[in-house]
């Protein structure tokens, strides 16, 4: 486990419909209100991803009511972005973005680079089987650099 747990934490990737509302959802349900947890995209011209919600949902993550949002809607809102102590990247364009937006503060900005699982597979199942690829190696990650869940479900 590198580092202190942060006390706020923003999962950012292209679209704020897959990677990133997954990362958020399962870091809320693994460790609870030790952070404060947000997501956000690149972009928000997408609703949150079908099979994203089914597949967190097989772990207890609910999804279904994920608003997505952009950076740029962050910072209309009134969510700084200094205000994180951890900004945590799962594609290389928020990566650049979060890099971007955050030249100005110390911050720490970490890459997790994360499979995308749109377009990805033909049938139902081969979706679904690369969106649970895509979950898990978000929790691995998640644990490798937080430590073992420690919320209870």
Known sequence: MSGDFPQSVLYCCDHNATRSPMAEGLMKKFYGHRAYVQSAGVKNDLEIDGFAVAV???????LDRHRVRSFDEMQEWGDDLSGFD???????????????????????????PILDPTGLGETREAKLAAYRQARDQIIARMTARFGDPTAAG
């Open 86 to 112: 951890l900004i945590i990247a799962l594609s290389p364009a928020s990566q650049r973005r979060a890099l971007d937006l955050t030249r100005h503060f110390h911050l720490e900005v970490e890459y997790w």
């Open 56 to 62: 967190c949902a097989e772990l207890g993550v609910e």
